[in-house]
């Protein structure tokens, strides 16, 4: 009864040290999330998604590439510093640079995307904009709960 027990204690007690274990992701890996990657993996991320969905070529896909890595590079120092201390009108700012840097990357694209491959395009941006509405609209009905005070 005794060894039973310890054997019982044993595997409770290394299944609750394994699972206690933290899961780190590092960067590249497919658990890594996009803001641990660098601004070269998330080109070439972007650009083997975009590959799949829209059927690119060889050369289109490295267009994507070279593209993506500009807007990423550019990107980057900008999301740096909206995690900072901002005013309202220096986030206002930022977010428009952002914007302005994401729309020159999307007209480089569109430059060597066939007609189809645009279309496809602009439906995978659609869908990703009512998305991210849904998320948003989600997020604050859960911070807006009324609690029937």
């Known amino acids: ?11 409770v007690g290394s299944n609750a040290a394994i699972l206690a274990q933290e899961v780190t992701a590092t960067p590249g890996t497919a658990q890594a999330t996009k803001k641990e990657l660098t601004p070269e993996e998330r080109a070439k991320k972007g650009a083997n ?3 799949k969905k829209l059927g690119l070529t060889a050369q289109q896909k490295a267009d994507w590439e070279v593209a993506a890595l500009k807007r ?3 990107n980057q120092p900008l ?15 930022i977010h428009k640079e952002i914007k302005a840097n994401n729309q020159a990357f999307e007209t480089s694209v569109n430059f060597f995307l066939t007609a189809d491959q645009k279309t496809k395009f ?9 998305a991210k509405k849904k998320e948003m609209k989600k997020n604050f009905n859960e911070a807006h709960v009324d609690y029937g005070d």
């Not at 602009?122 to 009512?130: F, I, P, T």
Request: aromatic content about 0%; glycine content about 2%.
């Open 49 to 51: 998604h975009a590959e």
């Open 72 to 74: 990423n590079l550019v």
């Open 79 to 93: 999301h740096e510093k909206l995690k900072g201390s901002t005013t309202p009108e220096e986030r206002q700012t």
């Open 122 to 130: 602009a439906s995978m941006k659609q869908e990703r904009m009512q």
């Open 1 to 11: 009864m005794k060894k039973t027990i310890i054997t019982l204690a044993l595997i």
